[in-house]
Nanobody, 119 residues
Framework: QVQLVESGGGVVQAGGSLRLSCVAS????????MAWYRQAPGKQREFVAS???????NYAGSVKGRFAISRDNAKNTGYLQMNSLKSEDTAVYYC?????????????WGQGTQVTVSS
């Protein structure tokens, strides 16, 4: 049973910070790429950030300089540190990871965690 489990969402005031976690569990050989997406009400899911197994990062322009993605391979865990949060950041945040398993490599999605930023 391979899955991604997210945590760390909540309600914060504008200007505050949150750190999201994404833990991959099951018979996993390794994590290639881990990414974060978000979906606000009435909008499509959008890319937020990604990190490869080599540590190469990529960010959406709207979060660049405020968010930081990282990973701990020993714990099969990825993180999204969110600083200087704005009301526009309010969304359900989803973890997305390319996992290597006995069945090969495929993308998995987490269940999503709600982030609400009050103005």
């Amino acid at each position: 049973q391979v899955q991604l489990v997210e945590s760390g969402g909540g309600v914060v005031q504008a200007g505050g910070s949150l750190r999201l976690s994404c833990v991959a569990s099951g018979n996993i050989f390794s994590i290639y790429t881990m990414a974060w997406y978000r979906q606000a009400p009435g909008k499509q899911r959008e890319f937020v950030a990604s990190i490869t197994n080599d540590g190469n990062t990529n960010y959406a322009g709207s979060v660049k300089g405020r968010f930081a993605i990282s990973r701990d391979n020993a714990k099969n865990t990825g993180y999204l540190q969110m600083n200087s949060l704005k009301s526009e950041d309010t969304a359900v945040y989803y973890c997305n990871a390319n996992l290597w398993t006995a069945l090969g490599s495929r993308w998995y999605w987490g269940q999503g965690t709600q982030v609400t930023v009050s103005s």
